[in-house]
């Protein structure tokens, strides 16, 4: 059996007297799908903003893809990675933003090309030519040469899923990337994300709260609650038959709040 | 006292001579206004409080000052410790250094405005903080500015006959000897007051331009 892509170990993160996450531990295999969900505040999204090292760590580890992401040897010991560490360990993870975060002064085919340029040297004309590949894989195509403020938020989103996969991660990282979307935007995006993941063989953490599209999409659904992964399982048994009262609440919550599961 | 055209017509050349200077000494001082301004306030921004507290003292301390006794101090104190400059390297970076102390202001309000996505988004990219200083938030942070920064720069160049008084012979320390060799002031300081309005009017239709080019950039 392979190995796992990310192991996450006792990882605790604290805002001054806030405890987010409490000693979060879980592991990831190579291709795996995953799905986060939980109430807000539950420290889902914490944790993918922590594998992306936007967030500082206040304890515990990270390996992804057999090295440490906050650490580095030094020695026999374990020191804090420096930001050349950290820089050569985000070529390996991609992320997607709940509010897209396009670069406004950019036009979509520039967004694209931007990081392949800048951080893996590839020509311009190559950088363009995967570009426009993946803009056609997302249905933005034809407007390669619009601004992100010509956009609808759904097609920003699917630019700015066009524009990480552009740097070819292992790792995609998926912020409720629908939260911020008029609901007759959601299903586009979705879609787009469906084929990517029946498409390839990248490791993708989803936080969502779109129930029956994790129940689509993911091979393992986590329940997060207070910093802590309450229950996890494959999404029929989460859905289906949540064994933990804390899920069965939250569900129940959801489907009250007209999330269709 | 009469206006006396002949008189105007003979100095014009001399005071011609003294304008180019002081149009020199503003565009170089704001050049150094502008790429100081830009290193102070990416200093200001360090995570190490060494370099942010230290800069923003100097800053304090600079803008707490007048101009005319820092221009002094560059001109007649630095020889003292064998620092010794022409009285127009001088005054530029005089000038400069005290503007950048401004527009230092404008850059960090610019750069603030900036969502911290943008910075969140190059990092997910993989940029360098060099490439997302260079190629993601001053690229959005510069043009909203453009127009503060411009103000500063017409400010700038109408204290440039503070310049005089460390010899430089800009516009009304031309204006000054011609009025002391011919003790005639009425032309020279009026028409030092022509050149000077002539350029500000120019430079206030040219700031509406840049407001309305610059200044609303919607997302």
Redesign the interface.
Known sequence: MASPIIRIDNIVKRYGPLTVLDGLSMDVMPGEKLALIGPSGSGKTTILRIL???ETISGGHIEVDGEQLYHMKKGADLAPAD?AHL?RM??K???V?Q?F?????KCVLDNVT??PI??QGVKKADAEKRAMELLDMVGMADKAKSV??QLSGGQKQRVAIA??LA?SPKIMLFDEVTSALDPELVEEVLNVMKRLAAETDMTMLLVTHEMGFASDFADRVLFFDRGKIVEEGRPQEIFRNPRQERTQTFLRKIIAAGHRV | MEWDWEFVWQIMPTLLEGFKITILATVLGAAVAAVLGLAIAIARRSPVTAISRTVGFICEFIRGTPLLVQLYFIFYVLPDIGIRLPPLVAGVIGIGLHYATYTAEVYRAGIENV?R??W??A???????R?AWI??VL??AVPPMIPALANYFIAMFKETPLLSAITVLELMNQAKSIANSNYRYIEPMTLVGVFFLAVSLVSVVGLRWLEERYAR???
């Open positions: 992306m090292t936007l930001e820089h985000r070529k993870i991609g992320m933003f509010h975060n396009l670069f406004p002064h931007l990081a800048l951080t992100p403020a524009r990480a740097l | 969502p996505g943008q969140e988004a990092k997910a990219a993989n940029l360098t903080t490439q190629h993601v690229p959005q950039m919607d997302d």
